[in-house]
């Protein structure tokens, strides 16, 4: 009986094995990472490391959509902190895929990746753009355009310049000139001036109910100098916008109508219904793309660096 079961153990270890399947395989399933996770094409513009300031985003995003709407190829760009655990060129394969920039049939479409903590830049381009910007030419464009700038942290000049670039050889034209950083461009990357500009027209209004026409003009004129000067780099620049503060504070201040408090028309008509500041503020709006993908082909053509 004992010589029977001694026989039997090795068949019996078998069939538990079989039951059981293959554990080194089920150890490499579950120790299997996941993807990385590919955000939706809702602009042309995608940051999801927050690299850009929201006022560079739409600044970006207007002018990859107006080249949309003009020539019709779809250039976009994807800013992700990092596509671990594959490559970025994998990723960026990827993301083409599925956001299919480009129209269908002519597949002039190309993504512009940017990886922030591999610190890695990728161009892909689309079938329909391989002959005018080969993957020497994309590499140019990376290596001479963007990572100058990216290298002195000046991230929106970098991406814009070489946008500039991908732009110029998708319309045929010869690569911009490359010029030292532009004073505007260095300003660009300070901190979103729109908020302090938002600020001091309210400090005008403030100014000008507690001091009166006169005192607060000349408060509001003087704040109004320093903040153009020290936001917009220019001297004259700054007077013209404390001449602005000014009026403005003469302005809500009753100046102009002889009378403190709200200002109302000679025809009784109160200011605070004016219905031209949603056409005003109307202007500031657009810019987004948002349109999708339109059915390019990519077929791995492109270039990368490193910062």
């Known amino acids: ?37 590919i955000p939706p094409f809702q602009s042309y513009v995608v940051d999801q490391a927050r690299l850009l300031s929201s006022r560079e985003q739409a600044s970006l995003d207007r002018k990859l959509s107006l080249f949309t709407q003009h020539k019709g190829s779809q250039v976009a760009v994807l800013i992700v902190p990092t596509t671990r655990p ?46 005018v910007i080969p993957d020497a030419e994309a590499k140019r464009i990376i290596e001479d355009r963007i990572l100058p700038f990216f290298k002195k942290g000046l991230f929106f000049s970098g991406i814009s310049v070489g946008l500039d670039a991908i732009l110029a050889k998708i319309s045929g034209e010869p690569l911009p000139p490359l010029k030292a950083t532009p004073k505007a461009a260095l300003r660009s990357e300070g901190p979103d001036r729109g908020p302090i500009l938002g600020g001091l027209f309210v400090l005008v209004l403030i100014v000008s109910s507690l001091f009166g026409p006169f005192l607060g003009a000349a408060l509001a004129g003087g704040l109004g100098l320093l903040a153009g000067w020290a936001l917009l780099g220019g001297f004259w620049i700054g007077l013209l916008v404390g001449l602005l503060a000014a009026g403005a504070a003469l302005f809500f201040a009753g100046f102009l109508t002889g009378r403190r408090g709200p200002i109302v028309w000679r025809d009784g008509r109160d200011f605070s219904g004016w219905s031209g500041w949603g056409g005003l503020s109307g202007g500031f709006r657009g810019g987004q793309g948002g349109q999708g ?4 082909q990519f077929g791995g053509g492109g270039a990368s660096g490193r910062w």
Do not use: H
């Open 293 to 296: 993908g339109q059915g390019g």
């Open 86 to 131: 594959e490559s970025p060129e994998s990723y960026g394969i990827r993301v083409v895929e599925k956001w299919r920039l480009g129209r269908k049939g002519i597949d002039d479409g190309a993504l512009l990746l940017i990886v922030t903590e591999e610190r890695v830049v990728r161009l892909e381009v689309g079938y329909g753009l391989e002959g």
């Open 1 to 37: 009986m004992s010589a029977f079961l001694l026989r039997s153990v090795p068949w019996i270890l078998f069939a538990l094995l079989l039951l059981s399947g293959d554990p080194l395989s089920a150890q490499d399933e579950a120790e299997e990472p996941e993807a990385a996770a």
